[in-house]
């Protein structure tokens, strides 16, 4: 059997959090950290896709012409250094919209 005082004391718990609840701030931390993370792993695949790309384009060269690890290493390189530029480009892109954010969030006041 339950106990009649306990179920007040579960009653005046349930008050208590309910209050605690509507007086503390709602944070929203959670959808903007997705969001970067996002963006880190956007950055991430663009740089392994250009080293990818060069290892398959370098890989074939050499296949194709016999010439084992000459194309390899020169496409890898030339991937990697496609995919840093991409990079860097999406880094300039993601700055230009949160500059852009922020100037209208000042324009605002």
């Avoid at 903007?32 to 695949?45: C, E």
């Avoid at 290892?55 to 991937?79: K, Q, R, S």
């Amino acid at each position: 059997m339950t106990d009649p005082n306990d179920l007040d004391r579960l009653k005046a718990l349930d008050s208590r959090i309910k209050e605690v609840k509507a007086k503390a701030p709602e944070v929203n931390h959670m959808k903007k950290d997705y969001s970067q993370a996002q963006h880190a792993w956007r950055m991430v695949t663009e740089l392994v896709a250009g080293l990818l790309i060069g290892f398959v384009v370098g890989y074939g060269l050499d296949y194709a012409f016999g010439t084992m690890p000459v194309f390899l290493v020169i496409f890898i390189f030339l991937g990697f250094a496609a995919g840093v530029k991409t990079v860097i480009g999406s880094a300039q892109e993601l700055q230009r919209k949160l500059l852009d954010t922020s100037s209208s969030k000042d324009g605002d006041n």
